[in-house]
């Protein structure tokens, strides 16, 4: 049993976190380079907390160019035990509605060009992926939507597309033969990153638009700006709820330990350099 120290990472619409006790705006660096804005600090009914825009405030970061190393880094770094993802998404199916919440459950990778590991030369790990996020706090976080008043879909296959372009009508056609419910631009290498960090992820999304293969016109930036306007206060209800009904101690999660069995590179082999940038990463490892 542990404390709950909750990261909250704020997607597009989400900037600030108005509900935080003792507000403090905090500037971290990392071995990975700069997150992409100050982290918002404070706590909620007790439980700390830490919130890091991912696109920064007033929307400065576009996704392909999103530091993620350095945002999980960053949120590891003081001292986070778990992960909430909040990210817009379009809808690939008819039953995910504009105004809808989904709390997913799969996620696949279409990025293809962002640094998606911190484990590279002079320290090789592989750490499982099958279910990418937390059932715990997805379970906790989907129950929170709820009681904030939204319609909120599970399980859904969000779908990490490279941006900042939205999808052909041909790949949204595709995706939704795929089986992916919901796409966006961010998910990856999120959620792997958060896992190498032995940090449970969860991923609430909120639906902006259907994507293109709706006939209901092409994706527009303005409409989805319109769509998050109205839902943001419901995400910000949905975080208060969550934080508040945390079970007071939070029980061991088998992430929190994922790296026991994933670091392949002998002790002798390992090089210095490597470790060194890893030091929040592999804090724990090394107590051990
Ligand atoms: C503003 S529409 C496209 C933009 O919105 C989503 O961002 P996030 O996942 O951070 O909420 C999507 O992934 C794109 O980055
Ligand atoms: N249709 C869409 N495609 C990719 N990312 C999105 N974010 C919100 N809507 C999106």
Not at 16 to 31: G, I, K, M, S, Y
Not at 151 to 158: F, L, N
């Amino acid at each position: 049993m542990t404390h709950w120290h909750l990261g909250i990472i704020g997607g597009s619409g989400l900037y600030a976190l108005d509900a935080l006790e003792n507000p403090r705006w905090v500037t971290v660096e990392t071995p990975w380079g700069a997150p992409s804005d100050a982290v918002l600090t404070g706590s909620i009914a007790g439980i700390p907390l830490a919130f890091l825009p991912r696109h920064g405030r007033g929307h400065r970061v576009p996704p392909h160019l999103v530091n993620a190393r350095a945002n999980i880094d960053t949120l590891k770094r003081l001292g986070c035990t778990d992960v909430l993802a909040v990210s817009a998404v379009g809808s690939l199916s008819e039953v995910f509605a504009p105004g809808e919440f989904v709390a997913v459950d799969q996620i696949i990778d279409r990025t293809r060009a962002r640094p998606s590991t911190f484990f590279e030369s002079g320290l090789v790990a592989h750490v499982p992926m099958a279910d990418p996020v937390c059932p715990r706090l997805t379970g906790l976080a989907l129950a929170a939507a709820r009681a904030a008043g939204a319609t909120v879909h599970s399980p859904a296959t969000y779908l990490t597309m490279e941006g900042p372009q939205f999808s052909t009508r041909a790949e949204s056609r595709l995706y939704r033969s795929w089986g992916a419910g919901v796409i966006g631009m961010t998910a990856m290498p999120e959620a792997k990153l958060a896992r190498e960090a032995e940090l449970p992820y969860a991923l609430l999304a909120m639906v902006t638009d259907y994507d293109c293969w709706h006939d209901g016109g092409d994706v527009d930036v303005s409409e989805i700006l319109r769509v998050m306007a109205g839902n943001a206060d419901t995400a910000r209800a949905a975080i208060v709820n969550l934080v508040r009904n945390l079970p007071a101690e939070r029980p061991a999660s088998p992430i929190d330990t994922i790296l026991d069995t994933a670091i392949i590179t002998a002790p002798d082999a390992r090089d210095p350099a490597a470790i060194a940038r890893l030091d929040a990463i592999l804090a724990r490892v090394s107590r051990c």
